[in-house]
Structures are given as C-alpha cells and as structure tokens.
C-alpha cells in the first residue's frame, strides 16, 4: 500500500513516524509543502513496527533504533530483544506478536502494532514508577511549559493526525480534524489548570494547632481508551494526570493504536520526559490483569463498555484502587411541543450521526411530543437524506463505515427487531450500496419501549423516535434505564426548562442544544454510566489524593 500524505516542511520527520506506522510494507511516498514529491524510503519494516512500538513502554524513539538493531531469534523460535538499558525481553514469535488493524473503510491492511502482555506492562508500570518522583518535583509552571508545547505540536500536526485517525477509526475528516483539536484542549486546559491544585487552611479545633491540606499527585495512573474517540479520549485522562504529577500507563483500543503512537511521539517531541507517558498495546486481558492488580498503580481510569468497567472495577478491588470509569450511556432526546423543531432537528443530527452514531454521548432514543411528533420526524427525515455516507478522506462525507462488522450486525439487529414488534422505517433501514461497514443513516418510527434499542446503546446511524404525551411521561421514560450519561431536551418554557433539568437523572443535560463537549466543562454520568468526571476544574481532582497536615505545639 502506498500513501501519499502531504506535510509541512518542519513536520518531515513525524511525517516519516505516521508512514512507519501507516505502511509496513512499502516505502511510503510522500508531498512537500510545494506538492512537489518525492521518493523517501523508509525500508522494509515489516515486523519492525511492533518493535518500535514495544519500546514505546519505555517513550523514547530513540530505543526503538537500538532495538531494531538488536533484535535476534533464538534457536526456540522466540524473539528476543536488547532493550536500551540491556535488559532482553524474550518474546513469542512475530506472527504471535502482532495485532493487525484494518481501514474500517476499504477493508485493506494499515500495519500492525505489538500483541504485547503482562510482563511488558509490568515494566511499563515500573518505568512509570521510576519516573514518578523526578515529574511530581517540578512546580507546575514547568509542567504546564511542557504540555502547552505538546498542546503546540498537536495542533502543527491537527492535519495528519487527522488523516491517521479517519484511516484507522473512519470518522470524516473534518471531525477527525475536530476531534484533534478537542484532544488538545485538555492537554493545554491542564496544564494551566495545575497550576491551581490549591490546598486550605481550616480554623483549628485547638489553640496550639493549626489544620492545613494539600493536595497531591496520586502516582502512577493507569488509562484504558476506547476506539470511538482515539485521541480526545487519551488527553482527557493523560493530560489532567501529567499535568497534576502523575505518571501515566496507557492502553489504546486494539481498533485505534496508532493515534495513541502519534500522541506519545509528540509527548516526547514536546519534552515529556521517559516514562512519563507509556503506551502499550496489545492483548486486553492481560494487560487489564497487570494494571488492575499491580499495587504500584494508584489509580484507574478507564473509557468503554459498562460491561468491561464492572470487570474492571472488580479487579481493582484486591488492591483498593481509586476508580473513574466513563461508561455506556443511553441518552434521551425529548422535543416538547413547544420546542423550535429546526433547532431540535439539527440538534438531532449533531448528536445522533456524528461519528455515525459512535458516541457515548449520542441520542438513542428520540422522545416526542404528540403534538409535534409528524411534523418533527418528517423534518428529521429531510434532513437525514442530505448526509452523504463516504470513505472519511472523501470530501463532503458526513458518515463514515461503522468499526466493525460486529457493529453492523448490532445496528442490523436492533432494527429487525423493532420492525417486527411494530416500528416503521422512514428513511434507510439497511446496509449502505457501498457495502463493506456503511450503513445507511436510519429514522424508525413508533418505537416502543418493548423494543431492544429501548434498554440498549445501539451505536450507529438510527434514530429511533417514540412518543410521549405529557412532561411527566418524558421524564419518566427518559429516566427508564440503568444508564445515566447524557440527555438532551428542547423546550422554550422557562419554568419546564427547570423542572425538566432537575429531573432527569444524568450527569449531563443539553437544554436546546446536541452537542456539549469541552474541555472547560465536567463530563461524566450517574448510575451504570460511571464514576466521576473528566475536563474542568473537576477532572483533576480525580489524579489528585487530599492530605491533612496537623501541626501541634505551637
Ligand atoms: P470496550 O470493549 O469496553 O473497550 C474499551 C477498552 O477496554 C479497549 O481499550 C479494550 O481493549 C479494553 N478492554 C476490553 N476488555 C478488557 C479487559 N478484560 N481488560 C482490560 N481492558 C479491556 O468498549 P468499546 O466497544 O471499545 O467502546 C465503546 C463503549 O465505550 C460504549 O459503550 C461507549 O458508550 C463507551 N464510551 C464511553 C465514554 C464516556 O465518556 N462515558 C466515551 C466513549 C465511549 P481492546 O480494544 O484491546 O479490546
């Protein structure tokens, strides 16, 4: 396969790295600034790539380098390699090693990163360790210096990283490009923000003793990412982690590696020093097992399914870790009659189909108003004809491939089922004509609550619009579910806007609005969605351990 990107003079040598990572098995071609091209070869790296991304555990590219130079097979057929500091890690053989990860649109090899396990996340976590005191003795200020040069290198970089992270995950472009920029926002926002991890004084309870509480970085922390959001979901735990003290292990979703490559490449660019930010990819289980039961780790902050963070709660039990989980939601999305229906209809789109209804935070079920039901479906529906599903590098695509067939299937099946108890299909329905993972961006009417998408997060391009009468029939089947993430209502009634608000059991509400993500707000859900908040002044808190200093005798 061959690539042709195009980059920016002084972005030559991550331009190189995103092509190491894109292509491993050609010498990728690349583009100036002035389009002129030219040939740069970067060898053969078959099978290099899961070495380069092995080290990565240790940040450094420059290990990489030694370790291609002292890779050797021994006479079992395991592969063994030096890493810089002369430690050898022996390692099954390269077709055990590697995970291959697929164009989610055109189906076609992009590269392979390493299968690694739990003794390479141990020495992740101990690197973490062994970096951790030299991090939390810097004053914030020179923390802060560092993740605003990161911040910097994300946003010279905004273009590829977003051309790497439709090919891997298939989300458009342009939100591809959004979602770089929003991975930055946290990266810059912590950084300032550590710069006000204030403590207090408390008026003591004796006269010969004074009460003070400082707040401190937890210590190693460890992350697990989700595929839909490659970056913003990473800078969202790394970025408030670093910026606070801590020291970071990170496992990207097996779909979505090479993102996370790029960002730990930039960290390092960006002065990050070694085993601040570790990256190690690879088999979930296992390295889930190591992170959750290796004391050294402090703390876990995990993003995905409901499902993976109660196993992954449960695990951390032996070892008393503190806990943030970002978790599936299952958002109502309810129109009152007296809502501006081309306000709720292009508040719909926004939170249904953007990243082709991949989002934790995406509307899954649409409730509305009797009185305003027809009008607003066939509003919906007018609108939902104009998107323009698409390979994410074509221009004007609006809907990228779904990530899987898995995902496929599920979008499949929540349909025949709601159509055989009785629901219609307004606009699409079934698999895209261009095959392979799209899908066509779907409207169901006369959804009922006996229907599976009801009770589950279908995470595709279907909305599915059921009817209510009355403000206490929204809330109370908006509240009807275990989740608890986000939810969104439009209505101009001032006393209603309130009352609803109050009512809705969610971590977060979007009054006359579908989208609500940024940085500088918390974000976060109530009940099976999760524990705790991300982005905000809130979000550092969660790195953070609270210690009271009692000072007697004075
Ligand atoms: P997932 O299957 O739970 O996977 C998420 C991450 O957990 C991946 O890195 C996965 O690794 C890893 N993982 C899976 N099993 C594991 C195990 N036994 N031990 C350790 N790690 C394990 O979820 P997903 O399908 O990727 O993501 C979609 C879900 O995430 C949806 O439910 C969505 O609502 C939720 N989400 C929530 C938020 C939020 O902020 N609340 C944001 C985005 C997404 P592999 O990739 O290697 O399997």
């Excluded at 060898?43 to 002292?70: E, F, H, P």
């Excluded at 009054?511 to 908040?533: D, Q, Y």
Aim: glycine residues 8%.
């Amino acid at each position: 396969m061959k690539i042709k990107v195009s980059f920016q003079p002084l972005q030559r040598s991550i331009a190189v790295l995103l092509c190491f990572l894109l292509s491993p098995l050609s010498a990728p071609t690349f583009a100036d600034d002035n389009n002129s091209s030219f040939d740069e070869p970067v060898g053969k790296i078959t099978g290099l790539v899961s070495i380069a991304t092995r080290n990565r555990t240790n940040s450094n590219i420059r290990d990489v380098v030694r370790a291609k130079d002292n890779l050797s097979t021994n006479t079992s057929g395991r592969m063994r390699i030096e890493l810089h500091d002369g430690s050898i890690l022996s390692v099954g053989s390269e077709s055990e090693l590697k995970i291959v990860k697929h164009n989610p649109a055109t189906g076609e090899t992009i590269g392979t990163v390493p299968r690694l396990g739990r003794a390479e996340t141990r020495q992740a976590i101990e690197a973490a360790e062994r970096a951790f005191p030299a991090w939390r003795k810097k004053t914030a200020k020179e923390r802060a210096a560092i993740m605003r040069h990161w911040f910097d290198l994300m946003m010279a970089n905004q273009e590829d990283l977003a051309k790497l992270m439709t090919t891997e995950q298939g989300k458009p472009l342009t939100e591809s490009k959004g979602e770089v920029a929003y991975a930055a926002s946290f990266l810059e926002w912590f950084g300032e923000e550590a710069k006000r991890i204030y403590g207090d004084t408390i008026p003591s309870h004796q006269a010969d003793k004074r009460i003070v509480v400082t707040k401190e970085p937890i210590g190693v922390v460890a992350c697990i990412t989700p595929w839909n959001f490659p970056l913003a979901m990473i800078t969202r735990k790394a970025g408030p982690a670093i910026a606070a003290g801590c020291t970071v292990v990170l496992k990207p979703a097996s779909q979505t590696p090479f993102s996370a490559l790029a960002l730990a490449e930039l960290a390092e660019r960006a002065g990050v020093p070694n085993g601040v930010f570790n990256v190690i990819t690879g088999a979930a289980s296992e390295i889930g097992g190591e992170l959750t039961s290796n004391p050294i780790v402090r703390k876990l902050s995990f993003t995905g399914s409901t499902e993976t963070g109660k196993l992954l709660m449960a695990q951390c039990a032996s070892t008393v870790k503190k806990l943030s989980l970002e978790l599936g939601g299952n958002a109502p999305f309810i129109v009152f009659d007296d809502a501006d229906l081309d306000a709720a209809v292009e508040g719909a789109i926004t939170s249904k189909y953007r990243n082709t209804g991949q989002t934790c935070v995406c509307a899954n079920r649409l409730l509305v108003q009797d009185a305003v039901y027809d009008a607003f479906a066939t509003k919906l529906a007018d609108a939902v004809k104009k998107l323009k599903p698409a390979n994410g590098l074509e221009p004007g695509a609006t809907q990228g491939p779904l990530i899987d067939d898995r995902a496929v299937e599920k979008v499949e099946s929540h349909i025949s089922d709601a159509t055989s108890k009785g629901a219609t299909v307004l606009v699409g329905g079934k698999r895209h004509a261009l095959g392979g993972r799209f899908f066509e961006p779907t409207v169901l009417t006369n959804v009922t609550p006996a229907m599976a998408i009801a009770r589950e997060e279908t995470f595709g391009p279907v909305a599915p619009l059921f009817h209510f009468k009355s403000e206490a029939d929204a809330i109370a089947l908006a509240n009807d579910t275990e989740f608890g993430l986000a939810s969104y209502f439009y209505g101009r009634d001032i006393g209603r806007i309130w009352r609803v608000a109050e009512a809705l059991e969610y971590g977060i509400v979007g009054i006359n609005t579908g989208l609500i993500s940024t940085e500088v707000a918390p974000f976060g859900g109530v009940k099976e969605s999760g524990i705790g908040r991300e982005g905000s002044k809130y979000g550092i808190e969660e790195f953070l351990e609270i210690k009271y200093l009692c000072i007697g005798g004075i």
